[in-house]
């Protein structure tokens, strides 16, 4: 007999120029299940999607989109022991980098080999966070991209150079394990997952099963410190720099002392004065290639 599965599509996510092949092709490599496809609207989604899991018993849950409809949909599935397919077909896909998953055939490649994780799901003021949420430089090109028109790695580049020569400073005092610490930082990242959507591995300590997240102080101040930082991102390995600082914990309270800009899996949330990060006790089980 048939499994069932639920296919969540967010038509409007992304910019995929065959995005209706690839949905189709979806169908045809998931044999052994019976595919619903359900389109997100943009509207109420969230309710949409608890009733359409409430009424029928799934197998599998896919969803195609980016980090923001994976997110939507996870939010939904708290407590339910039902897997979670992510299809990556958004524009950065941070959380499917962290998991391996940088294709449609990777997400078929994890859902044959059946391995799935049981992935730490973080609260960020209440909303709910997969993979990573950061204040400062990355944020503020987050929010960049998303005034701007313009896309891709080149733009990204350009941004990101303008943003090192801007040299905004931030600080933030952190309360965690059982401490409260004064840091001065050009960036402060709460990392779940290892790695933006650009592959950059930002968290080499990061492990989405592991019951704690990371948080990362990262305070470059001259062009010898940048250099040493790409270099890091290279090697994968951030030990070593003076300038970095990194604390494994499982909740921190942050006060935002100059407010910079802040971002939860991609979507920016501006004027966050203080804002309280925390694992929550429910998991989600996640099909992954790591
Ligand atoms: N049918 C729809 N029409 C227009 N917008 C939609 C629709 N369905 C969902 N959305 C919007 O899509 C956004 C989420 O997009 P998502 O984050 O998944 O993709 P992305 O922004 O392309 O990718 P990424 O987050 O990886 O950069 C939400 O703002 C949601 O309101």
Redesign the pocket.
């Known amino acids: 007999m048939l499994k069932q599965a639920l296919l969540i599509v967010?038509?409007?996510?992304?910019n995929h120029d065959n995005k209706s092949e690839l949905i189709d092709s979806i169908t045809k490599n998931t044999t052994g299940y019976k595919v619903t496809q359900w389109?997100?609207?943009?509207k109420d989604?969230d309710q949409k999607i608890n009733k359409l899991l409430d009424k029928e018993d799934f197998d599998l849950i896919m969803v195609a989109?980016?980090?923001?409809?994976?997110s939507l949909v996870a939010s939904q599935m708290l407590g339910l022991n039902t897997p979670l397919l992510p299809i990556p077909l958004?524009?950065?896909?941070?959380l499917c980098a962290c998991l391996g998953i940088q294709n449609l055939e990777d997400s078929i490649t994890a859902l044959n080999a059946k391995k799935t994780i049981q992935m730490d799901i973080l609260r960020v003021n209440g909303e709910i966070c997969l993979h990573l949420c950061d204040f400062g430089f990355n944020a503020a090109l987050v929010k960049k991209f998303e005034e701007n028109e313009e896309r891709g790695m080149i733009s990204y580049f350009k941004s990101s150079l303008t943003q090192i020569f801007e040299n905004n400073k931030f600080s933030f005092n952190l309360e965690l394990n059982g401490e409260s610490l004064n840091q001065n930082a050009k960036m402060l990242v709460i990392a779940n997952g290892d790695r933006f959507?650009t592959g950059v591995k930002i968290n080499p300590l990061g492990k989405m099963d592991d019951g704690k997240f990371e948080v990362v102080v990262l305070n470059p101040d001259s062009i010898k410190d940048w250099t040493a930082l790409i270099l890091a991102f290279i090697k994968e390995d951030l030990s070593g720099l003076d300038f970095v600082e990194v604390f494994q914990t499982n909740r921190v309270h942050i006060t935002n002392l100059k407010d910079a800009v802040c971002h939860v899996d991609?979507e920016v949330i501006d004027d966050q004065k203080t804002v309280l990060i925390e694992l929550i006790d429910k998991s989600i089980n996640f099909f992954s290639n790591v």
């Open positions: 967010n038509p409007a996510s992304g389109n997100t609207t943009g989604d989109g980016g980090d923001g409809t994976i958004g524009s950065a896909n941070g959507g991609g």
